[in-house]
């Protein structure tokens, strides 16, 4: 932050000028979970709804958490028990560096 004064005669002014540094982000990912903890069938596909659990929280450079980790069912299997899918999404961070863990 920067402050200048600027003086008149019976009144001092103060201005701040701040840069705030943001980047906008496209955070996409493909995750796959056991299907009989999250699950998924073709209602599921069909619907488009979001399933699954978990965030991406910040660890470094970043604050509290970067989104969820919800996602669109692509595929399952029953007789393997597993689901998967994939999500994009954007979100803003205030800082181009930082790091981020699925929790």
Request: charged share 15%; glycine share 4%; hydrophobic share 35%.
């Amino acid at each position: 932050m920067i402050s200048i004064n600027m003086y008149s005669t019976y009144i001092m002014y103060t201005v701040y000028i701040c840069y705030i540094l943001y980047v906008q982000i496209e955070i996409s990912f493909r995750i796959a979970w056991r299907r009989s903890r999250v699950f998924c069938n073709q209602s599921t596909i069909d619907s488009q709804a979001l399933i699954g659990r978990g965030s991406l929280s910040c660890i470094s450079g970043c604050y509290d958490t970067l989104g969820n980790m919800t996602f669109y069912c692509t595929d399952y299997s029953e007789v393997e028990d597993w689901t998967v899918g994939a999500r994009t999404y954007q979100t803003t961070i205030f800082t181009p560096e930082f790091e981020a863990v699925f929790s």
